[in-house]
């Protein structure tokens, strides 16, 4: 099955501790965070699928590359051309915290295929390399992982998406890295790849060049009366993503008590409502989803709700 | 003050340790064999039809969630096993309808809260494996974690080390998790492991 775990981008606080009070409360004071806009930087970068394929045609694909001694040339190309032509196939692995590298993959290709194909080819060639002006040198660690990864479905064989995931997690730094910045084995599953909502908000606006509104907040849920209306108004002439409780709809245990905290990144596709019942389309782990879920629930769930411009 | 903090903190992690939940039956696994694995073969049998995943939601068995998974769409529904909605849905997207109530059924008996196939590789090429979690009888302290029984069922024999864990294959001593979790042998194809989460 390639449609799997779609809850497991989950925050595990047994690999996190926090031994001072002053931490504690720059902790809370960095989650306060209610609303946020991300300028346009940038100036607004588009390249299509065809000038992207066109470039990847013209490469040598059988390079072997001792800067990355585990990526096997044939399963890194075959999985770059993957990525073009059917972008919405990242699959950001079972039990990692890749989650939010997903779906910035997700937006990133729509902006900027040829970018992404022609970062990724000269990261491989170079080991180091330039997206949108943000200069990648990933560590020597980050650099033996990528290709090793395994048990994580069909990202096992998509040696491109190891390096991307593992790039963008070593590049981009938020305050639940705070403890957990050097890459060691078996990090994709613990903090060091973990994604707040600011750090999200960060990576779409450096990455895509775009403007990036976000309501919402690591703990407090946004300040929206309708959830449902807030989010159909913006649906078709914006890019939306959420930061949802995942846990509530994809339960993991029998427990009733559950921690109220997001654990997980989407991009919402569609919306629509019959009733009470809300029926949500959104794309996370390389396919869509399809649920309904009630009023009530939505509201519980959401804790962002980032737009970005298309 | 930090020393008061201190010493709670450690006689919280020390109560925590002591009252962790016990699972009663130590030998689930040899006790529902036979429904076990009729409930797995089943599953094999249904799933590469239409791909799908059960889960039991609530502790009664009532509450089943579906997932219909194809290439390009997963849908998820939430139902109580006597709505007809049920029947009705997997009728529409053309399930084995009678062969999946069966399962329904003997997972309800067996208490298996949720079973899914997982997709691995070895030498790049696709395996797969049957996982299946069961909610044993347990004495749970309060703040104690529930415990699940896993079980993974592979198609082919694998390699365990002298603890009995899970390899990656022959050659290395590698230990293979599985969604973050350490496996025990029970069989050369079948392997278990303790868990706070069903899924």
């Known amino acids: 099955m390639t449609k799997q775990g779609s809850d497991i981008c989950v925050i595990k606080s047994n690999n996190f501790h926090l031994p001072y009070k002053p931490v504690i409360l720059l902790f809370l004071f960095l989650l306060s965070k209610e609303k946020g806009i991300a300028g346009n930087l940038l100036s607004e970068i588009n390249s299509t699928k065809k000038e992207a394929l066109e470039f990847i045609d013209k490469i040598d694909r059988s390079k072997e590359n001792s800067l990355w001694p585990n990526i096997k040339p044939k399963l890194f190309y075959d999985n770059l051309k993957l990525n073009l032509e059917n972008p919405g196939s990242f699959y950001p692995g079972r039990s990692t915290n890749f989650c939010a590298y997903g779906a910035l993959s997700y937006l990133v290709m729509e902006k900027d295929p040829l970018g992404y194909v022609k970062f990724m080819n000269e990261l491989y060639d170079k080991g180091e390399a330039m997206f949108n002006n943000n200069h990648f040198k990933p560590s020597t660690a980050v650099m033996k992982a990528a290709g090793t990864l395994k048990f994580k479905g069909v990202l096992d064989i998509r040696h491109a998406e190891q390096m991307w995931f593992l790039v963008l997690a070593d590049k981009f730094k938020g305050y639940l890295n705070f403890f957990d910045k050097k890459f060691n084995e078996g990090d994709e599953n613990s903090f060091w790849a973990a994604t707040n909502l600011a750090k999200f908000d960060r990576m779409v606006n450096k990455m895509c060049g775009v403007h990036v509104k976000a309501v919402g907040s690591d703990l407090i849920k946004p300040w929206v009366k309708d959830p449902y209306s807030y989010l159909s108004k913006r649906i078709d002439s914006n890019t939306v993503s959420l930061y949802i409780n995942n846990r509530i709809i994809h339960k993991k245990n029998h427990d009733k008590i559950k921690f109220s905290i997001p654990t997980h990144f989407i991009i919402l596709r569609q919306i629509s409502k019959e009733n009470d019942m809300i029926t949500l389309r959104y794309w996370d782990y390389g396919g869509e989803t399809q649920m309904q879920v009630s009023s009530r629930t939505l509201k519980k769930i959401i804790f962002g709700i980032i737009t970005i411009d298309k | ?199």
Request: with cysteine.
């Open chain 2, 1 to 199: 003050m930090i020393r008061r903090l201190f010493f709670i903190l450690i006689t919280c992690s020390l109560l925590a340790t002591s009252c962790s939940t016990k699972i009663v039956s130590t030998n689930i696994y040899q006790e529902h064999k036979e429904d076990l694995d009729n409930i797995e073969r089943r599953y094999e049998k249904l799933n590469p039809t239409n791909q799908f995943s059960l889960a039991f939601t609530d502790k009664k068995f009532n509450i089943v969630s579906l997932e219909m998974i194809t290439d390009t769409l997963t849908r998820i529904y939430e139902f109580n096993v006597t709505e007809k909605k049920l029947a009705d849905t997997l009728i529409k997207y053309n399930y084995d309808t009678a062969g999946i109530y069966y399962l329904i059924r003997k997972m309800q008996q067996t208490k298996v809260t949720w079973i899914n196939s997982f997709d691995y590789y070895v030498n790049d090429q696709p395996q797969q494996l049957i996982i299946l979690s069961i909610k044993p009888v347990t004495i749970r302290y309060i703040f104690s974690p529930p415990k699940y029984v896993a079980l993974a069922y592979f198609r082919t024999a694998q390699s365990f080390d002298e603890k009995g864990r899970l390899l990656d294959n022959r050659r290395t001593k590698q230990v293979r998790k599985i969604k973050d979790q350490v496996f025990y042998k029970i069989t050369d194809r079948i392997c278990y492991t303790i868990t706070d989460k069903y899924r």
